[in-house]
C-alpha cells in the first residue's frame, strides 16, 4: 500500500498546490510518499527545494490509475477533482483526502518555514511563479524608476530577461534561492497566498498583491488580517507597499492544518493492510 500526493501545476497556473502537498509530504516522510505533478519541473522544484524525497510526472489526475493500485492511499490539490471523480476514488483508494475540501485549512512546512532564520532582506517582490503572459514584466519594463526592493524571480518565468529585473530592482534573487529567500525577508509583497502564509510561518510580514488572473480567500485573509493592495500599475503598487509596511498592522496567528489525524488515520490503515496479507 503506497502513499501518493498529485498537485494541478503548470507554467499558466503556478505552483501554489506543488507548495501544499509538498508540505504534506515532507511531514508524512515515514510512509515514504510520492508526489505526483502534471509537470515536471514541479516535481524536480520540489525534490530539489521543499524536501520531497520521490516525484513523478502525471499529466492529468484521471491518469494516476496508470501508476497507482488499487487500496492505495491518494491525497491531491486540483481543481480536476470533481463528484465523479470522487465517487470513482471511493471505490479505488483506501483513503482519499482533498486539500481544498475545507477552504480555510492552510497548508505550511513549519520545519521548513521557521523563524529560526536571521532577515538579512528588509524588502523582497515576489510576484508569483507563473508570469505566461509577461504582463509583470512589461509592468516592470514600464516602470520608470529602480526599487530599493529585491525581486525574486518565479519558477515559470521565461528565461532571458533577468536582465530586465536586475535593471529595476536592487537585486534580483533566482528561483534557486526561494525558501531562503522567504524565510530571510522581513517584509514581502506577493501575489501568491501560499507564501504569504509561509511568510508569516517565518515570523516576517507580508503584503498580499492582488492579481487579477488568481483567487483569494478574502474572508480568510481579513480575518488574519494580512493587508492587501489591488494590482494596478506596478510603480503604483511599490509606493503603496512602502506606505503599508510603515505602519504594519498586528496579524492574527493563522492556524496551520493539523495534519496528526491523516497520519494516524494512514498509519493504521497500512498496519491493518499489512496483517491482513501475511
Known amino acids: 500500500m503506497n502513499v501518493y500526493l498529485y ?8 505552483l501554489e498546490a506543488t507548495k501544499r502537498c509538498a508540505s504534506v509530504a515532507h511531514y508524512l516522510k515515514d510512509f515514504d510518499p510520492i508526489l505526483c505533478t502534471s509537470d515536471f519541473r514541479a516535481g524536480a522544484f ?7 524525497k520521490k516525484y513523478v510526472n502525471i ?3 484521471r491518469n494516476l490509475h496508470n501508476i497507482m493500485r488499487k487500496r492505495d492511499i491518494l491525497i491531491y490539490d486540483s481543481p480536476e477533482a470533481g463528484e465523479d471523480m470522487k465517487k470513482d476514488l471511493d471505490n479505488y483508494c483506501t483513503i482519499h483526502i482533498d486539500l481544498n475540501e475545507n477552504p480555510n485549512d492552510i497548508f505550511v512546512d513549519t520545519e521548513l518555514y521557521n523563524e529560526n532564520v536571521n532577515k538579512t532582506l528588509d524588502k523582497t517582490v ?6 505566461y503572459g509577461n504582463h509583470f514584466l512589461k509592468a516592470v519594463e514600464d516602470m520608470d524608476l529602480k526599487s530599493d526592493s529585491n525581486i525574486l524571480m518565479g519558477h515559470y518565468f521565461f528565461l532571458g530577461n533577468e536582465s530586465i529585473f536586475e535593471e529595476k530592482f536592487e537585486n534580483a534573487i533566482d528561483e534557486e534561492e526561494y525558501v531562503e529567500t522567504i524565510q530571510s525577508s522581513k517584509f514581502l509583497l506577493t501575489g501568491s497566498i501560499q507564501t504569504a502564509f509561509e511568510s508569516i510561518a517565518c515570523g516576517n510580514k507580508p503584503v498580499l498583491l492582488l492579481r487579477e488572473d488568481k483567487n483569494y480567500n478574502l474572508d480568510l485573509i481579513n480575518e488574519i488580517g494580512i493587508p492587501t493592495i489591488k494590482y494596478t500599475d506596478l510603480k503604483s503598487n511599490l509606493i503603496e507597499f512602502d506606505n503599508t509596511i510603515s505602519n504594519y498592522p498586528i496579524l492574527n496567528k493563522p492556524e496551520f492544518a493539523d495534519l496528526k489525524p491523516i497520519k494516524e488515520e494512514i498509519q493504521a490503515k497500512i498496519e491493518l493492510y499489512n496483517k491482513l496479507i501475511k
Open 7 to 14: 498537485s494541478k501545476s503548470g507554467h499558466t497556473i503556478g
Open 46 to 52: 520540489a525534490k530539489d527545494l521543499l524536501e520531497v
Open 59 to 61: 499529466d492529468v489526475m
Open 126 to 131: 515576489f510576484y508569483g511563479d507563473d508570469d
